[in-house]
């Protein structure tokens, strides 16, 4: 079984913004959960078939995707980014149930990071935290004045956003001693993003499962990366997940994503199995067919 570990209260205050780092301790009985075979975050998972089967199949495409990229470094310390959407909270669920197992040697703390949003539920995600005794962090900026202050009316706030809050969670996981950034990024967001850079970027680029940050002091992971959007949706009705809203800043995500994601849809529907068929061919590059003269050297291709 994995060690549960207790994290002291922690606060900070950065530039007038509050955040904390805090974990509150199960009771004993809650730790010997021996009827759901689990961590005590599935103590009310469905016994079902299908729901085991699910299960098994989320470990099992995390497992790949954390081994096929050299993900674990036992004794790391990982910032696990949780937004309340359905991704985030399978990402720490599973990590969590890799962890009980024994097979996720890391340190895990979950980050929420509070941007202000109007209606924004603040007190959801810390209530699910010590309630399963998962260590977390809250970091409180108040980001959206700035986007909605910056961003012309009409337009999505996204982009802004996106690198606003990228730079707080960076500088959060060094202040917290963490050499390691998760993300819940799965296989759909890969190939949406693939598609993108395709058809608006003249480019070949998709999400990477594993990089290293610009200052080369982080990692940045993305452990769902293989995993299917439609079985994250399912497990988290299954484990009836307090999901929050992803509209509250009342912008979404732009017209070029949604189609991309529909134009994805509609190729699985014809022919199923297509966005697995699309993420081999990610992991399966010749450089040599393609066009990059900086991949492959052209020039001293001359018959012998």
Known sequence: MGTFFKLKTHKATMENQESQTTSQPL????????????????????SSVEFTKL?????????????????VTPGSKWLVCISGGKDSYGLISLLHDLKWRGLLPVELIAMNLDQKQPGFPSDVLPKFFQSFDIPYHIETQDTYSIVTDKVPENKTYCSLCSRLRRGIIYSTAKRLGCDTVVLGHHREDALETFLLNL??????????????TDDKDLNLIRPLIYVAEQDLEKFAKHMKFPIIPCDL???QDGLQRQQMKAMLKDWED???GTKEVMMKALADIRPSQLLDKTLFDFKDLIPQ
């Not at 009771?27 to 469905?46: D, I, R, V, W």
């Not at 099992?60 to 993900?71: D, G, P, T």
């Not at 480019?203 to 499962?209: E, F, N, V, Y």
Request: hydrophobic share 40%.
């Open 270 to 272: 014809k022919r199923p």
């Open 199 to 212: 058809f608006f970027g003249a480019k070949m680029a998709a999400m990477p499962a594993k990089l290293l």
């Open 249 to 251: 800043c009342g912008s």
């Open 27 to 46: 009771e004993p009985s809650a730790l010997n959960n021996s009827e759901t075979g689990g961590h005590p975050l599935f103590q009310n998972a469905p």
């Open 55 to 71: 299960r098994k199949r989320l470990i099992r495409k995390m497992r790949e995707a954390l081994e096929a990229y050299s993900m």
